[in-house]
């Protein structure tokens, strides 16, 4: 855990079990997605987004389920980015129950996408250097 470079923590809602009595992977999806927008909101993506309409797409997310979650509880969702290429760049993902144990882990992919001409761009410098700051 001490690796990872952002924490979100968020309560279980009852609205979230499914048939089996423990948290439906969609509700575990909405987690991730979450933890991807407080990575980007850390980084500054989601302002500089709003500002040029130049900022993130997630082109691939992939997720393990290891062990259930339950109501009522809570999990923290551990993030970090795991590479930065040209255009691209991954987060890693770990959710942790209340008794600290791996539920899942989960990979984003990002490009940098100009949203106005409908093209990917390469990662402008000052983000690389957020994202350095916050991986530090």
């Not at 500002?51 to 062990?67: A, D």
Request: glycine share 2%; net charge negative.
């Amino acid at each position: 855990m001490n690796d990872f470079s952002t924490k979100l923590e968020l309560r279980i809602d009852w609205s979230e079990i499914d048939l089996f009595e423990h948290v439906n992977n969609v509700a575990i999806s909405k987690y991730i997605q979450s933890a991807r927008v407080n990575y980007l909101e850390t980084i500054g993506l989601m302002q500089l987004q709003s500002e040029t309409k130049k900022g993130p797409i997630l082109v691939s997310t992939t997720c393990q389920f290891r062990k259930p979650l339950f109501y009522p509880g809570q999990v923290s969702i551990y993030s970090k980015v795991e590479f930065i290429k040209n255009t691209s760049f991954g987060i890693k993902h770990i959710i942790y129950n209340e008794q600290n144990e791996i539920s899942a882990e989960a990979q984003d992919i990002i490009v940098f996408f100009d949203f106005n001409n409908n093209a990917k761009l390469i990662i402008p410098n000052e983000i690389r250097e957020k994202i350095e700051t916050v991986e530090r």
